[in-house]
């Protein structure tokens, strides 16, 4: 069954011991509203721990400048729907053994990205918010880290949050190695002197 926000939400006022749930986002109560402000953070926190294969995306950046400063060759626009950026893709891809350094930077507009790779691609981690997509692990992630957000104004028990926050450390351990059980890597390429031996 798909996630939903309310869902979610109710996951992590369960999770501090609360026992007051919510049943709509426009309800008035104090559940609902120390939610909602805690909610989209805890999504995009939880998306920024490691590359969740459900929010994997490969862009090409648009081009900002060229030679903006002494240190870089390039100048490239953040793209608008990530949350972090991981790779610059080169011909090699994964297998690439010295992936091209980057770095974050801003311009008077917005976030940039500056690297000395000409028509830079990345991968990125995408800002997914539809809950129909969240994998379950994802899902109890940010209903522990949104408890540990909520619990100091809800919980009973204040050294509930710290346990909700030691439980989505905990979850994003281990969701970290299943996703990447989700995935084959390429095979490893030969170097030239096995091939020249061969």
């Given at each position: ?9 109710n996951?992590?006022l ?8 919510i ?22 926190f ?9 929010a ?7 081009l ?64 997914v ?20 957000k ?26 970290e ?22």
């Amino acid at each position: 069954m798909p996630f939903t926000d309310i869902k979610i939400m109710n996951m992590a006022l369960g999770n501090v011991g609360h026992t007051q749930f919510i049943s709509a986002l426009t309800e008035l109560s104090a559940e609902r509203l120390v939610c909602t402000e805690y909610y989209d953070p805890a999504i995009q926190f939880v998306l920024e721990q490691f590359a969740w294969g459900f929010a994997r995306k490969y862009v090409a950046l648009g081009l900002v400048e060229e030679e903006p400063n002494n240190d870089w060759a390039f100048a490239y626009r953040y793209p608008s729907d990530c949350v972090k950026v991981r790779r610059i893709v080169t011909a090699l891809g994964r297998r690439e053994p010295n992936p091209p350094p980057f770095i974050i930077g801003q311009d008077d507009t917005g976030r940039l990205v500056y690297t000395d790779t000409e028509e830079a691609i990345v991968e990125i981690t995408k800002l997914v918010t539809n809950t129909a997509l969240f994998p379950a692990m994802f899902a109890e992630a940010v209903s522990w880290w949104l408890g540990g957000k909520i619990g100091p104004g809800l919980a009973k028990d204040r050294k509930q949050a710290d346990r909700c926050f030691a439980m989505a450390n905990r979850i994003l351990v281990s969701a970290e190695a299943s996703d990447r059980n989700e995935a084959q890597d390429p095979p490893e390429l030969e170097s030239e002197f096995t091939r020249a031996r061969d």
